[in-house]
């Protein structure tokens, strides 16, 4: 299974443009207290969101009353 992991560089902090100017090699990166993250955004990654998300929304459809407000 991948991982989300640290990018190592010299960089002390990464700004928000910093991060705009990253190049789309199909990576995920993000940007957490201006630490570089960085995740493979692959097909594994968003089947299991896809999963996830289907499981959540049937969960709801049978439990009419989840998700409404008091």
Sequence with gaps: METATIFYSDKTRWTDNELMSLPRDGRKYELIE???????????HSLICLRLATLLVRCVEKKKKIGRSL
């Design 34 to 44: 201006g630490e570089l993250l960085m995740s493979p955004g692959g097909r594994t």
